[in-house]
């Protein structure tokens, strides 16, 4: 029997033999480095449309013709800043990116190594530009603009009937993310166009939600609209089950919230999303070449609901919104 004594030891060594193992870049197999700012359920899925492409050309770990690190930066900027000036040391070939946070931390931290972002907006709303308004030039992959919110943010007063004589709808937004507060100012503007009140309170970090949320429900908002940024995406189950409590239904942007409750959205898919940035990656794997290429919008959007979450709100769905559960 093995004296226990010596198992530690053991346990070092072999953990030490794995993180040089993988350090160590594979002559002629390129090496990628993928890059997700925080833990969560509907972000994930642009990770696994991003590395489908990619096998699909030809390129995954299981066949030896990738190197891949993978790091979660689970919420902490300054973790978030380490892993992209690790993956520089590393000289990976390609940094692919998901969502903003991530882009953005990448675009300050090298200006040599292709990005390849995912799940975030252009480069103009997250502020990225020069003063020329040129955009970095490593950047690719694909973004999305705001237009799309408003076919999302224009069913609601189609299928919810107000309490008083104006529709109320609440909002949060992160007013330290740029996107959140385009977003933000856009449907402000809409929700005048339309005659609908919007209720809309400003939040810094997750740890604002739970509470900020209940104010807002505390209001008598009518509907919910979830705002596509980073903080409202980790923090969407606390905001479905205060809003479920309180009976008010929630709308959206994003395909995904939609599957973790929210009524509808007209938004991209990530899946999808992850799946077209990785498709391009792997025209720059396989050319060995950026000529050509540029950051892309995003191509495919979805009308989507969940009927559940109708049901439970006695809300009827135009047909041309697609049951994703």
Not at 22 to 45: H, K, R, Y
Not at 150 to 174: C, E, M, Q
Not at 182 to 208: H, K, W, Y
Not at 242 to 247: D, G, I, Q, S, T
């Amino acid at each position: 029997m093995q004296n226990w004594r010596t198992i530690p030891n053991l346990l070092v060594l072999s953990i030490l033999t794995m993180l040089i193992s993988c350090a160590e870049p594979q002559e002629g197999v390129p090496s990628l480095g993928f890059v997700d700012a925080f833990e969560d359920n509907t972000i994930e899925q642009a990770k696994l449309g991003f590395l489908a492409a990619l096998k699909e050309a030809g390129y995954s770990e299981e066949a030896g013709t990738l190197q891949l690190t993978y790091r979660n930066a689970q919420g902490d900027i300054p973790t978030l800043t380490q892993i992209i000036k690790y993956l520089i040391s590393q000289e990976v070939d390609l940094i692919a990116t998901s969502p903003s946070l991530s882009t953005i931390a990448a675009i300050q931290n090298t200006k040599t190594i292709p990005i390849f972002m995912m799940v975030a907006p252009t480069p103009a709303l997250m502020n990225v530009t020069d003063k020329e308004g040129n955009d970095p030039p490593n950047l690719y992959g694909i973004a999305e603009n705001l237009g799309y919110i408003d076919t999302s943010f224009s069913i609601i007063p189609k299928l919810v009937k107000p309490k008083g004589a104006t529709l109320r709808i609440g909002l949060l937004y992160n007013q330290s993310e740029p996107q959140s507060v385009d977003a933000f100012e856009r449907l402000q503007s809409l929700a005048t166009e339309l005659g609908i009140e919007l209720v809309a309170r400003p939040v810094n970090t997750t740890a604002d939600v739970p509470l900020v949320t209940g104010a807002l429900l505390n209001a008598g908002v009518d509907a919910f609209f979830a705002n596509p940024d980073n903080t409202i995406f980790s923090s969407f189950e606390n905001i479905l089950k205060a809003c479920n409590e309180a009976e008010v239904p929630i709308f959206t942007s994003e395909a995904g919230l939609v599957e973790r409750g929210a009524v509808a959205a007209y938004g991209a898919d990530i899946y999808q999303w992850g799946h077209q940035a990785g498709q391009q990656a792997a025209q720059f794997l396989n050319s060995k070449s950026l000529d050509g290429l540029r950051w892309e919008m995003v191509k495919t959007r979805r009308k989507v609901y969940n009927t559940a979450s109708a049901d439970r709100f006695g809300i009827e769905v135009p047909a041309e919104y697609e049951s994703i559960k």
